[in-house]
């Protein structure tokens, strides 16, 4: 089993920064990628960043390209992701999520946080 504490939410301005963490803990052994999900209000939950933990690869969504930015520390089981430039439509509820890389700009999961909710007001 692992363990995913997600922090760092909370009510920003448009175009502010915020940066979540996320620690994993438990059997983490196994768990060759992390990253966020994010969940709006009435919508799906949709990837948003990952990051290989075997080459350090990163991977993202067009929707935040060039303004978000993950990263960690697979000694420590935390990742982190810097939100800069934020905007209203970027307000959702945050999940850490940790499992194995995909092909494609996604990864599949094992393990979700609770999550952390980001308010973006306008």
């Known amino acids: 089993q692992v363990q995913l504490v997600e922090s760092g939410g909370g009510l920003v301005q448009t175009g502010g920064s915020l940066r979540l963490s996320c620690q994993a803990s438990?059997?983490?052994?196994?768990?060759?990628?992390m990253g966020w999900f994010r969940q709006a209000p009435g919508e799906s939950r949709y990837f948003v960043a990952a990051?290989?933990?075997?080459?350090?690869?990163?991977y993202y969504a067009e929707a935040v390209k060039g303004r978000f930015t993950i990263s960690g520390d697979k000694a420590k089981n935390t990742v982190y992701l810097q939100m800069n430039s934020l905007k209203p439509e970027d307000t959702a509820v945050y999940y850490c999520?940790?499992?194995?890389?995909?092909?494609?700009?996604?990864?599949?999961?094992?393990?979700w946080g609770k999550g952390t909710l980001l308010n973006v007001s306008s």
């Open positions: 438990g059997n983490t052994l196994s768990n060759s990628a």
């Open positions: 999520a940790a499992g194995a890389p995909s092909t494609l700009a996604t990864m599949y999961v094992d393990y």
């Open positions: 990051i290989d933990w075997r080459d350090g690869n990163t």
